[in-house]
């Protein structure tokens, strides 16, 4: 006898376990290539452009710097909290 | 915290000079080699650590304040963002390299291709790294240093 939470928590699951089995079959094969063409464009352009040697620095800082940015932030926003904890944990 | 033994203090007084340069290295070379502003930040900031193990939070505060080094790294931001801004200003895009292709301040343009490794190259990146840079390790610090200073307790303290 299944009670009626127990029904509906296997339904569902199945139907999670049936998207999750088709998502797995249908994935990208491994190890085929797939389109590149933004890598070719900054491994051909970055020295001309950039004047960077290193590829990966003239990405993170130059293509997409407002990546780094957000970094950046997220940085100065963990550092701002933790310093506001523990000062006023000093003064009690 | 409390300093460690004299061993690990005289072997830190050793080992820091030479961490911190490899960050350094790590910050300047930022454009030519694996690593850059944040990368090279942690392992100076990992020194800085270091030195407030062996050594003890009361000495270390008395060396350096907290307050100056969220000083820092709020020059390491503002220096980061006004340098974006300053591509607004000079090539009409946010976060445009206007630095490059000039003669005397990192504007050189390599040959393409694999090229020995010049310095004076890439433009407003190398700036923008020594910013990153000094933001990382003033707010990496920052908040080790926070951390031990506040949870070293009084009786400890005055030991």
Redesign the interface.
Known sequence: MMSKRNLAAAVFLSIIAVIFIFSALLMHPFGVLDASDMDDYVIENTQEETGANNGVTSVVFDYRGFDTLGEATVLFTAVAGVVMIFRRLKHD | MTEMSKIVRTIVAIAFPVSMIYGLYIIAH?????G?G?QGGAVVASACAMILVAFGSKWTINKIK?KNL?VF?SVG?VA??GL?FLGLIFGAI??N?FL??NDYL????????S?L??IN?????PL??FA?GL??IA??F??VL??A???TSYKEENK
């Open positions: 930022g454009h030519l080699t694996p850059g944040f907290e969220s790294e931001a980061f963002i974006a946010f976060f390299n490059v292709g990192f504007g050189v343009i390599p040959a393409v291709g090229t490794a010049d190259t890439a433009g407003v990146l923008m790294n990153v933001k990382v707010g990496l920052a908040i926070v951390m200073h506040a949870t």
